[in-house]
């Protein structure tokens, strides 16, 4: 297992909001972006992963809870060394996650997943489609505030169809838990690592 904290969280932080603003902005400014810099740590981070002599490399998956969900399923669209992932408690249609009073409008986190220029092109679970036919799995809280359930829905029809194009709709779970909100609790975790076996 690898477990890495993105820059500003855990051990790599904290990173409050003003020292993000002036991060994101000054990476902006040279031409990159927050979230281009996770997105290619955790690209190489598959990669080291998978190149260790004790790790199956046909074995490694992403797995990851609210802001971890998008790295994990961005992993998987970016780098052919995940060979499964699980994402919970972040997918959505981009439409649907921009209303007022949402956390992507808000700065701070949303940062670290704002591709700039990339939704002229793509939504959300068009680039998680990028992994297909790769199995991937997608669990959302019910009472979740942060994700709405129309922008869960939208979100799910375009990835039933990415997977489905392929022939591997089989390899596609998607659950909404009714009673659940932003949370990824014992119950979730072991339905998860169950499906991980499985498709491993």
């Given amino acids: 297992m690898l477990c890495l904290d993105a820059l500003g969280w855990g051990e790599r932080g904290p990173l409050a909001y003003e020292r993000q603003q002036e991060l994101a902005s000054n ?52 780098s052919d060394h995940v060979a499964a992932a699980a994402s919970v408690c972040w997918m959505t249609g981009l439409k649907e996650m921009m209303v007022p009073g949402n956390n992507t409008l808000r700065g701070q986190s949303a940062f670290h997943m704002l591709h700039p220029g990339l939704t002229r092109h793509l939504d959300l679970p068009d680039v998680a489609g990028i992994a297909a036919p790769r199995p991937m799995l997608f669990f959302h809280g019910g009472l979740d505030p942060l994700f709405p359930a129309d922008g869960v829905r939208t979100a799910h029809d375009k990835l039933r169809a990415v997977w489905r194009s392929q022939g591997a709709g089989h390899r596609l779970r998607l659950k909404t838990w009714p009673d659940r909100g932003h949370v990824f609790d014992g119950e979730m975790q072991d339905e998860v690592h169950a499906w991980l076996d499985a498709v491993l």
Avoid: I, K, N
């Fill in 27 to 78: 990476l902006f400014h040279l031409g990159s972006s927050l979230a281009g810099l996770h997105a290619r740590e955790d690209q190489r981070a598959a990669a080291f992963l998978a190149g260790l002599e004790r790790v199956d490399a046909r074995r490694v998956a992403a797995l990851g809870f609210s802001m971890g969900g998008y790295r994990a399923w961005q992993a998987a669209a970016l």
